[in-house]
């Protein structure tokens, strides 16, 4: 068993230290419209875990949770702490101490008002080194029934340099096997940042089957990792260091869990609560900034990854239900796989599915997705989102190879694509696509494979969003639909160049799934868009 020193394990104290904490905007991240538009999504049920490396080098160790802190004002009872010193589900107690660190990241887990997911079923609080050492790489891991844990610190060096290459593959692999053999959603910060040789997502956001966070306004490492070159992070949120973005993403992976298993996305629970569904689902609700960018072979943004966390788009997409595959065909190995015909749509454009792809030694297989793009006003155009995941398998070095491609179905015209050869996420963004009848496709390489068969994750998301503006009494009402999520609405007096848009105004209030802006006819703004930041 490799054995890793304690020193290995860092929160970047320093920056803990000198950097004030941006508070989670709940806003801006979907929790708020998500809370006002549905009843109770908010992690029941769902036991999760903080692992927090401590401050300290001698015991006890400083990683253990406050229940009483005002960020966290949760009951005793609903946690257990986790040390090479024993356990206990006391507060205070002998097996740690205290972490200010630990009781910011569990504020915006799941703390009480401010967290993502506010009541838990249960929260396992560990000590990193015991964590790691005794669970993770142990000979004969075991289970610790808990469906999401968040961490809040990097494996590294003492002067925070990476682990040789060999080193952090071997971190990745553990972690992978964990989550592939136990269902173990593992959230992890992607690192603070720090000179141009150390500012690479550490592990163990770089395991394949985890969700790797980045701090979006703040200072955060950023992809490829060292070993392939593969896209990490997974996703971005709003924080000032990723000790602190991570919670975010934790937070939101428990309510959609909660959400999948009591049935929001329709029967078959145990799909869409899947760690790769949830993964998947989370990725493709998240918003693009202004300079994201991929490319086929990239799928992700290196610095945040698929976005912004929205987990209202999310919660939107897995409530669109699951739709199985129109068609499934095959042909040559690399021989060119068009729309096939054939009538039938899914009818959902935000929607899921949770299905298995099989190809052999001599030929690929491709699932196929139809979709009717269609809306008014007529020649309106689409922003089309798909995210595809699937899981490094237990025990295997390598993985199968899944691409992402969407055709336009009328004349077999590629639109885009993503054909990553080291991911096992592919991600396809298109912001001005005409209507129209398209086939998304989930292709599976044949020929020398790991496995006959793979198991994925599909979330897609297809939309045009139009503003409505009416008079109300002496007010101008504008409004929007409350899905998809992260829209500002922006307002201008005139249209002449250089053109002003402000984006100074009211609050939007949700009624009957509207943004609803009210504007003093007196206001002098006579033009209006919506913009994402």
């Known amino acids: ?43 029941s049920g769902i036991r999760v875990a903080q692992v927090e490396a401590p401050f300290n080098t001698s015991p006890p160790y400083s990683f253990e949770v406050t229940p009483g802190d005002s960020r966290v004002e949760q009951p005793v ?23 200010g660190h630990a009781d910011i990241v569990a504020g915006i887990y799941y703390g009480i008002p401010a967290g993502v997911a506010t ?22 891991p075991t289970n610790i029934n808990d469906s999401v844990v968040n961490q809040s610190f ?19 692999s553990q972690y992978d096997d964990y989550a592939a053999q136990y269902k173990t959603l593992f959230v992890s910060g992607a ?65 959609l869990m909660q959400a999948g298993l009591r049935g929001d996305g329709g029967g078959d629970t145990n799909s869409a609560s899947d760690i790769r569904m ?83 030694t001599n030929f690929d297989s491709v699932n196929h997705y139809y979709f009717n793009v269609t809306n008014n006003p007529t020649g309106a155009k689409f922003t089309a989102t798909a995210t595809l995941v699937w899981n490094r398998q237990f025990g295997e070095t390598n993985i199968n190879d899944l691409n992402l491609f969407l055709f336009d179905a009328a004349n077999s015209n590629l639109v885009t694509c993503s054909t990553s050869l ?12 005409a209507q129209g009848r398209y086939d998304l496709q989930v292709w599976k390489a044949g020929g020398s494979i790991v496995t006959t068969n793979e198991t994925y994750a599909l979330a897609w998301e297809f939309f045009s969003t139009a503003l409505s503006a009416s008079k109300s009494g002496t007010n101008i009402s504008i409004s929007w639909p409350v899905y998809p999520d992260g829209f500002v609405l922006q307002t201008a007096t005139n249209l002449a160049s250089p053109v002003t848009w402000s984006t100074n105004n009211p609050a939007p209030a949700v009624t009957s799934n509207q943004n609803v802006v009210l504007l003093n006819a007196t206001n002098p703004a006579r033009f209006f868009r919506l913009w994402r930041p």
């Open 191 to 255: 690192g603070n940042g720090g000179p141009t040789n150390q500012s690479r997502v550490y592990p163990a956001a770089t395991c394949y089957n985890g969700l790797g966070v980045a701090a979006y306004g703040g200072n955060s490492c950023v992809g490829p990792t060292l070993d392939n070159g593969r896209c990490k992070p997974d996703i971005a949120a709003p924080a000032s260091a990723t000790s602190y973005c991570t919670p975010q993403v934790a937070g939101a992976a428990a309510v």
């Open 278 to 360: 949830v993964k998947a689902l989370l990725l493709n609700g998240a918003v693009k900034s202004v300079d994201w960018t991929n490319n086929p072979s990239s799928p992700l943004d290196y610095r945040y990854g698929a976005g912004v966390l929205n987990v209202f788009n999310s919660y939107k997409q897995l409530a669109g239900g699951k739709h199985g595959c129109v068609i499934s065909t095959t042909n040559v190995i690399g021989g060119a796989h068009l729309p096939p015909g054939g009538a039938g749509s899914i009818s959902a454009l935000s929607g899921w599915d949770f299905n298995t792809n099989y190809s052999g």
């Open 154 to 172: 990097i494996f590294c060096n003492s002067d925070y340099s990476h682990y040789s290459v060999g080193d952090e593959q071997a971190v990745d």
């Open 422 to 433: 080291v991911d096992n996420v592919e991600h396809v963004f298109v912001p001005q696509l």
């Open 119 to 140: 009541n838990v079923l249960h929260i396992d609080n560990f000590e990193a080194d015991y964590f790691y050492n005794s669970i993770i790489s142990a000979p004969s």
């Open 77 to 99: 009872g609903l946690f257990t702490y986790i040390s090479d010193l024993g356990s206990s589900m006391t507060f205070p107690n002998s097996v740690g101490v205290d972490s």
């Open 1 to 43: 068993m490799k054995t890793l020193c304690r020193a290995k394990y860092f929160l970047a104290a320093a920056i803990f230290v000198a950097t004030a904490v941006r508070a989670t905007s709940q806003d801006s991240i979907g929790v708020t419209v998500l809370r006002a538009v549905t009843t109770n999504v908010d992690g």
